[in-house]
């Protein structure tokens, strides 16, 4: 399509929005739009400055949004349409928030004249932004729109990165008298390297964990000075459960990461007295229980917060190697052995992927119980990206994988995807086959919300008929082969270790989505 | 399932709320539970005391709630999980709190000590909640839980209905020290009818129109007794777009709806020098547009308020009549011709749907423009309940459907359903299978958002290829019917009315969910 990149004498405010994000370097638009937003898909149609792709519903939206700018670098725009559509794109702006990664909303409201009025679609827009973005305006004028956008796109680009979410009245999108605005200043500086290094250096030993997250893990070099580090002194290196995106695989240095499981993850950091933590906060349960503490550290550890979330992790680790004199170290990390023929269990399932991964593939990860191996399997497996669920609200997995696959076309995309939390954005499918998103779905089919089952036994119950039948999917049984067909989505059922490695090579030759059922 | 009715000696905060709410006639529990809510789950095993229905995604929940709601009288209990589940359901909430329809939900939040540690899924729940909620309450001790959850039922069961949330630190539904509330007092008397009748019985004439929503709607005398006194005066009976619900069909008196398109409203309302209102507020336009006016009765229009949203419209109306003189009157009503066989136009499903109508039936309308002829059609087909989308956030078709078969699982529920709404709770059809729900869904497939089509001209664009695309859903066409056999419900689709007629009987004659997919 042909780009217009001249600003006309006089645009309105919705024109002006989208040339000065253009400019400011965004170039796709993850769009639900509605009645209210349809001067911005005029303006998006008649300038041809973006990408624009289209969600069955708003999940998907804010979803791709996220996945785009975990692989990208940089944040896409997203269209939403008042409350309610905010609302439906809510969950997925709280993962993108949580893994700190960068997103500018524009949410269609009322014009101003309107709202007074109490219409159908009326309600608090800017209250039901709140919990789920870090910054919230409502623009005010056609005039100072384009401004507006520049400010959320700011703040969405500050360090940590934000959500942001710009409310945009009908009429100042309509209304004449936009003005382009220019890009915002470059990030915030983030902060110097802290003074903490020598103490963090002399905490070292076999006691302490060193705690890593953020932008470390996308850095395999850095990662590599970890290993050197824990070579060293004997400490050991751990990542949160949840990460915005970790760069691994053969030849890049792994890193374990604390068990989602209560009872796993306060047995994994029990031995450790001390902890320094880099681009991460003391470990925390998912949730509480019974009975258990909610911090995992062990009672009394003796904790350094080296980099904070805000802070330089790569520096601070290559300041920490540098004070102890460590070298970058990659230990070596093997294949599983190929599968034999039988069932799809854990293990089996786990050492087909890795064995099927092509290079820089990017893994998106919401296997929840049913890919729990996945991750020490493909340690050896080929260079890859794998980007997860951050902030525990299910249903990112398919939306994840379509924003990957648009910000990296020539990478392929491997979806690691829990059954029931696959029902949550299923519409994602549909998207991945308008776009030819290159995504292979692999349905983890246990027919069951199988942590759920943990998680009533933790809180002490004996789960009767009734209880179980809250928490089951196979009843009626869910064919992802065919929801995926009535989308597009080409897609095949496996129920053995054979058909699942034809399946997984045959989509990972093959361009375009695919949707791989695996019966567990 | 046996139920135990006799509260033990001692029993946790969630048993106690189970029983509390039981013991005031809540019968139905609509649920997406996560770990938060698991005591819930166990306390709902443990006393059978509630039917519980599992939705695969929230929207599916707070949906069929309000369907329930419409035909039960009373409301259902929803379980949901923290700030980005509650916002999963949040669009559907906002649909019955437009409506009027009452609601409880429970939402799960981190227990009291863990709230303060920032795990993945903290957010603030009460503000999510507050841009979908008449009223919110966070719970704050096992002992009170249970009466907190009979306030939230008092605000539900107020008058006019509310949607009341009711948020649940995960440790006070564990904690021991539950008590058993009683049920609150009954809802509060609505006003007496108001004094204004004789200046109402004054202003009425042809240049009136009589503008009635709420329960009168579902009162089919009351909506004789308005014809009665149409026919007396020459005033014009009018309902706005969208209503809670409509008992209708033959022998009783239809009402014409305002039409959604801001033309044909204008248009329709312009004749009136005077307006009375009945459990309604003045029409607004549903969005505002350029050079079009926000209110759509005529600049200058007298405008008398004989009911509020929070009175007792039946009264009024009655009241009205006697003041009159007017007696009740059922104007007649004829079935359209049988439709020729040919293909699926507006006009032809539309005949086709009021011959296939089944006495009883229950109607839900989420057909947009697909089904813009329908309402007309129907008024001379069996006699039947029909409700329809409030509060405009689309999505609800597919979730009322179910709840409204929970309520009354003697009676057919067929909806009318357009495509692109149908796929933001298309999870709901598994619901349906799940329960034997008998729902046949027909899908209006003109594969396209054929609304923002007419909204992007609205707004004065010529749109391009690209906006169009943001519009159309034909690229890669979507397959209900597979869509539907995936989640375990039969499925057909037909593409002449000979077909659909066909199908249209069968599926009425059956129990259980079906799906007709009719191109159009």
């Known amino acids: 399509m042909s780009q217009d990149l001249s600003p006309p004498k006089e645009m309105n405010g919705a024109e002006s929005v989208v040339r000065s994000l253009h400019g400011a370097g965004v170039e796709v638009c993850f769009a639900n739009p509605g009645t209210s937003e ?31 700018a975990r692989m990208a670098g940089k944040p896409a725009v997203t269209l939403l349409h008042l409350a309610p559509g905010l609302a439906n794109g ?76 710009l409310i945009a009245p009908a009429d100042l999108g309509w209304d004449p008298g936009g003005v382009v605005a220019p890009p915002p200043m470059a990030a915030t500086p983030v902060p110097p390297v802290p003074e903490d290094v020598r103490k963090a250096a002399e905490m070292l030993g076999p006691e302490t964990v060193l705690l890593v997250s953020g932008s470390v893990l996308a850095d395999p070099q850095a990662v590599a000075r970890l290993h050197g580090i824990a070579a060293q002194t004997g400490a050991r290196v751990l990542a949160p459960t949840s990460n915005r995106r970790f760069d691994r695989g053969a030849g890049r240095a792994g890193i374990a990461k604390v068990p989602y499981p209560i009872n796993l993850a306060l047995e994994t950091l029990a031995p450790f007295t001390r902890a320094v933590l880099i681009e991460t906060v003391p470990p925390v349960a998912f949730f509480a229980y019974p009975g258990r503490p909610s911090l995992l550290l062990p009672e009394g550890c003796e904790v350094l917060n080296l980099a904070g979330t805000d802070g330089d992790g790569p520096a601070a680790v290559a300041a920490l190697a540098t004070e102890l004199g460590a070298t970058p170290h990659v230990p070596e990390a093997t294949l599983p052995p190929v599968p034999q023929p039988g069932p ?31 991750w020490g ?90 209880a179980l039948d809250m928490l089951d999917l196979d009843r009626p049984n869910i064919d992802f082969t065919a929801l995926a067909k009535g989308m597009g989505v080409p897609a095949v059922r496996v129920e053995c270790v054979a058909e699942l490695q034809r399946a997984l090579s045959a989509a990972m030759a093959e361009p375009g989505p695919m949707l791989i059922e695996a019966l567990m």
């Open 344 to 374: 799809i269990r854990h293990e089996t399932i786990a050492a087909a992927i890795a064995h099927a991964l092509p290079e820089t593939a990017i893994v998106v990860d919401e296997s929840i119980t049913g890919g729990r191996d996945v």
């Open 90 to 165: 809510g969950a997925n702006m709280h993962n993108a928030r949580k893994g700190r990664s960068p997103m500018v909303n524009l949410v269609g409201d009322h014009a101003v004249r309107h709202r007074g009025y109490d219409a159908p679609l009326t309600a608090d827009v800017e209250g039901a932004a709140r919990p789920f973005s870090d910054w919230v305006r409502t623009a005010s004028s056609a005039e100072g729109f384009a401004a507006d956008a520049m400010d959320a796109l700011a703040a969405a680009q500050s360090y940590p990165n934000k959500v942001a979410t």
């Open 38 to 68: 349809m001067q911005f898909v005029d303006a998006l149609d008649r300038t041809g400055l973006m990408r624009c792709v289209l969600g069955l519903f708003e999940g998907v939206v804010t979803g791709a949004a996220d996945g785009y």
């Open 377 to 466: 399997a493909t340690q050896g497996a080929a260079p890859h990206s794998w980007i997860s669920l951050t902030g525990g609200a299910i249903g990112d997995g398919i939306p994840l994988a379509l924003g990957a696959a648009v910000a990296c076309p020539e990478r392929p995309v491997l979806t690691l995807q829990a059954d029931g939390s696959a029902m949550y954005t299923i519409q994602g499918l549909w998207s991945q086959a308008r776009e030819g998103a290159n995504v292979t779905t692999l349905i983890f089919a246990n027919r069951t919300y199988e942590i759920l089952k943990t998680e009533l036994f933790a809180v002490g119950a004996n789960p009767g008929r009734s």
